[in-house]
């Protein structure tokens, strides 16, 4: 983000994309993304970067379409896997197994550990609890439906993001590859 204000931040929330269909939930956090799923993600990580927001901090639940959502991501937002390619700052990357069928208060506290320097972060996880993290920052600019697969919410404003709380981040912008 551009923006010349030190207080401002922005937290990107993403669903992650589209992933096979899995044979019994003992296999859940094991489900890879389908073809459509990485060309998805891909195309997310294209609209971050044309839009400014590519981030400082990512935080990713540990499921492999999690993780294989956010390295679709990072190919779409550098045209190279995340850990190589051109120079440029590269996030922090957290994967945090805590983020796996969260509930959004405890999506909020993995974001409240955010570096305070960090100015944008991304949060790439599941549903229902990334929609309803969605909603409780901001009750008002919610979708009914909730969050697509790989389906961007970016909550931004003047916050820290140890205190952010609820209805602390207006909904700026949402983004989908598909509708």
């Known amino acids: 983000m551009t923006d010349a204000d030190p207080d401002t931040r922005t937290l990107v929330l993403l669903r992650h994309a589209k992933a096979e269909q899995g044979s019994d939930a003992a ?30 901090v990512v935080i990713c639940s540990t ?9 679709g991501v990072a190919m779409g937002m550098t045209g190279s896997p995340p850990e190589g390619g051109p120079t440029g700052p590269r996030p922090t990357v957290r994967y945090e197994p805590g ?19 960090a100015r944008t972060a991304l949060l790439i996880a599941h549903n229902p609890g990334i929609s309803l993290l969605s909603a409780l920052l901001d009750p008002d600019g919610a979708a009914e439906e909730g969050l697509r697969t790989a389906e961007l919410a970016v909550h931004g404003g003047r916050f820290d993001w140890a205190g952010l709380s609820r209805a602390g981040a207006p909904l700026t912008a949402r983004h989908t590859a598909r509708d």
């Not at 998805?40 to 990580?45: K, Q």
């Not at 499921?63 to 390295?71: F, G, L, P, V, Y």
């Not at 983020?99 to 208060?105: G, K, L, M, R, S």
Request: aromatic letters at 6%; charged letters at 30%; hydrophobic letters at 40%.
């Open 27 to 56: 296999d859940d956090a094991e489900r890879p993304l389908s073809a459509r799923g990485e060309s998805d993600a891909a195309e997310a990580g294209a609209w971050l970067a044309r839009n400014g927001l590519l981030p400082d």
């Open 63 to 71: 499921a492999r379409r999690t993780r294989q959502t956010w390295h």
């Open 99 to 117: 983020a796996y069928d969260a509930h959004p208060e405890e999506l909020l506290a993995l974001v409240r550990t955010v570096d305070p320097a």
